[in-house]
């Protein structure tokens, strides 16, 4: 029983049990009273809670301790006479500091009998402490009691071993198995995850002594739902040792997989709706049906699937529709993947595909809506077991998904999207985006191919109303060239001619009509039919460009450029107008390129503004060059800077016309007419062996 005894070390503090106690958190104070209510034992708790040092309480009445009563028998006396009678006494009493403060205690009373040799006599120990804290304490044991019975969130406690200690019922049921049945058994027992160990190492980490975790998430099975994927937000703390314990862990679980469900799906969602708008934004950026067909590849791969081809329908009418009993034949277009090879070569090896009656590309464009086959049901039923099977099945897709391409009511094409084993098989969500994205898709390809037709209209046009073969006489040999521009532009209005005139002169003119197109072409024409009748009748360059310019008004033509070439061999002389058109080079015997034709006049259609006629000399030899603007304007590059490499090039032109004018479009335009371009070469010869 400990006491301060004069002279003895003084305590610390109150008495306390090993670390870990509930009297870690419970100051108590100790103290013995003998029969006659004197203070025989005063321990350092006691000090504490009383304020008195020992020799000051030691053999003294303990009436002191307590507040003098109204009547009867004083607490001390009371204490003493009912733990002696009793054998235990658990009483509230008041107490009094020795400041005079009064407060609450809780006592527990029992008497010791005292060692006959020593004549001790009977002693009755008082534990005694604050009231207030025993109440904190009774409130934080209800409140864990609560918690462990009523608590919808799993609560467990570890041992050193990982092995079950306690756990409430609600991890009971998360789990699948009783609270008993968890009890001794190690968590490996019961909780089952793929992770490669590491969650073990966590709840080691943590029984070491490491640092709490907070909100893990962990994917496990549980040996009583073996069948269930389940998501747990676990936190996890160390527990000290208590009172005969050892060390442990302690931890609280939420089972979480219905929000990181709804959070994937959401994801997933949010992925296809992002997927939706690039798709939209990348697909239909030209009329061209192939740039079209490859853009819908490149927005599905690979963020949709692994592998992709889209192939267009040959119908052998336009007008043709879907027949579920005949073969359906398409010619695959576009494809793309990113599977290793031979993959990409397996996909894009085929070019023409026709698939039987019955099988699933009949079944998708007959209800019009996407479906999804595995690999072996589509080769089966779609290809058929011959080569073509054996690329799919070689390329590594594991799952097809087919999407119709369907514009305006008429069946443009399929587009088919792959994925490998590696890949989730596509899902109902999946089978809805694909849908959307080939429908708008399918528009853009049905506006591609109607712009098609009309742009093969409109090349057709122009192509039969430009000059085939241009008039050549003795005194001039021509080299001309025509290029329409890229599918991603209309065909516009460039147009040209040579002119073999009765007296022996030779004409020769160039335009452009504004616009692209059918009525661009059709203006094209006009213009030019109506230069070739003027040129036999009109002496003077200027006259017949206003004569042209009265025609193109009439006829509705808002603006069009002309460059006007009158040549005389007998006196190598050369009468120029120009409507607002780049003006002619002539390259000299020499080498040396001259421009001429002096000031620009006004473009076609424009009217009241009269067109000058200028001359020149143009020597024995000489090269003219007339062009439209696509030879010499690009976007990004100043027009002066295409004039000057023209000239460049044609200073260099002293060989057969037909090579050079090849050779001067390689070097202007290498990668192709992006505008509509001509070029004309004219070689004047006034002793007659222009050739």
């Not at 104070?29 to 020799?55: K, Q, T």
């Not at 962990?218 to 994927?229: E, K, L, N, Q």
């Not at 040396?592 to 424009?606: A, D, N, R």
């Not at 990668?671 to 010869?685: M, Y």
Request: proline fraction near 7%.
């Amino acid at each position: 029983m400990p006491s301060d005894q004069p002279g003895g070390a003084p305590s610390a503090g109150p008495l306390r049990s090993e670390p870990g106690s509930l009297l870690e958190h419970v100051p108590v104070a100790v103290l013995g009273l003998d029969p006659a209510g004197r203070v025989r034992y005063w321990g350092p708790g006691a000090r504490e809670l009383f304020g008195y040092e020992a020799p000051a309480a030691l053999a003294r009445p303990a009436a002191a301790l307590f507040p003098e009563p109204a009547e009867g028998p004083g607490p001390a006396e009371r204490l003493v006479e009912r733990a002696l009678a009793l054998g235990y006494w658990r009483v509230r009493l008041p107490v009094r500091h020795r400041d005079g403060t009064v407060f609450d205690c809780g006592f527990r009373a029992f008497p010791v009998t005292g060692s006959a040799d020593r004549d001790d006599g009977t002693v009755v120990m008082a534990l005694a402490s604050r009231g207030d804290e025993l109440d904190r304490v009774k409130t934080n044991l209800a409140f864990l009691d609560a918690l462990f019975e009523t608590c919808p969130i799993g609560l467990v406690m570890l041992d050193e071993q990982l092995r079950y200690v306690h756990l409430n019922q609600a991890l009971a049921d998360m789990d699948g198995i009783p609270v008993a049945d968890h009890l001794g058994r190690d968590t490996g027992e019961i909780m089952i995850t793929t992770d490669g160990g590491e969650f073990r190492r966590m709840l080691r980490a943590v029984a070491d002594g490491g640092r709490p975790l907070v909100g893990v998430l962990v994917g496990m099975r549980t040996a009583g739902r073996p069948d269930v994927d389940q998501v747990r937000s676990v936190s996890l703390f160390p527990l000290s040792g208590a009172v005969g314990t050892g060390r442990g862990v302690g931890g609280l679980l939420v089972d979480v997989t219905d929000r990181e469900r709804a959070l994937l799906e959401a994801t997933a969602a949010r992925r296809r709706l992002a997927l939706l708008d690039r798709a939209s934004a990348r697909i239909g950026t030209t009329l061209d049906v192939d740039t079209t067909a490859r853009e819908l590849v490149d927005a599905t791969v690979p963020d949709f699937c692994d592998g992709s081809v889209v192939e267009m329908v040959e119908w052998m009418y336009p007008s043709e529709a879907f027949d579920p009993d005949l073969p359906l034949i398409t010619r695959r277009i576009a494809t793309g993947t990113v599977l290793p090879p031979p993959a990409a070569e397996l996909l894009s090896s085929l070019d023409r595909v026709t698939y039987p009656p019955g099988s699933s590309i009949h079944r998708m464009l007959s209800t019009g809506r996407p479906v999804s086959v595995s690999v072996d049901e589509f080769t089966a039923r779609t290809v058929g077991r011959d080569q073509r099977a054996r690329r799919i099945l070689d390329s590594g897709l594991a799952c097809v998904l087919v999407a119709p391409l369907i514009a305006r009511g008429h069946v443009q094409g399929i587009a088919l999207f792959g994925r490998s084993a590696a890949r989730p098989a596509f899902t109902g969500q999946d089978l809805g985006l694909a849908g959307e994205i080939a429908s708008r898709a399918a528009l853009c390809l049905d506006n591609a191919r109607l712009y098609s037709r009309v742009q093969d209209i409109s090349l057709t046009l122009q192509r039969a109303l430009l000059p085939t073969a241009p008039d050549e006489t003795a005194h001039v040999s021509v080299a001309h060239r025509y290029l329409p521009g890229s599918r991603a532009t209309e065909v516009g209005g460039d147009w040209y001619d040579v002119i073999a005139l009765p007296d022996g002169r030779v004409a020769l003119v160039v335009g452009d009509v504004m616009g692209h197109g059918v009525p661009a072409a059709a203006s094209m024409g006009s213009l030019r039919i109506t230069a070739r009748a003027l040129a036999r009748h009109s002496p003077d360059p200027g006259a017949l460009l206003a004569e042209l310019d009265t025609t193109a008004r009439d006829t509705g033509v808002e603006l069009a450029t002309c460059l006007y070439v009158l040549y005389d061999p007998r006196t190598g002389r050369a009468r120029i107008a120009n409507a607002g058109h780049p003006p002619p080079l002539v390259r000299h015997p020499d080498g040396t390129v001259e421009t001429l034709g002096g000031v620009l006049g006004v473009p076609l259609g424009v009217g009241g503004v009269p067109f000058r006629t200028s001359g020149a000399e143009l020597p024995d030899g000489a090269v003219l060059a007339l062009y439209t603007d696509g030879l010499v304007e690009a976007r990004g590059q100043d027009i002066d800077e295409g004039l000057d490499a023209l000239r460049a090039e044609l200073a260099r032109a002293a060989g057969p016309l037909e090579r050079e004018a090849d050779r001067i479009l390689a070097a202007l335009l290498p990668d192709g007419a992006t505008d509509d371009t001509v070029l004309v070469l004219a070689r004047l010869s006034r002793r007659g062996d222009g050739s």
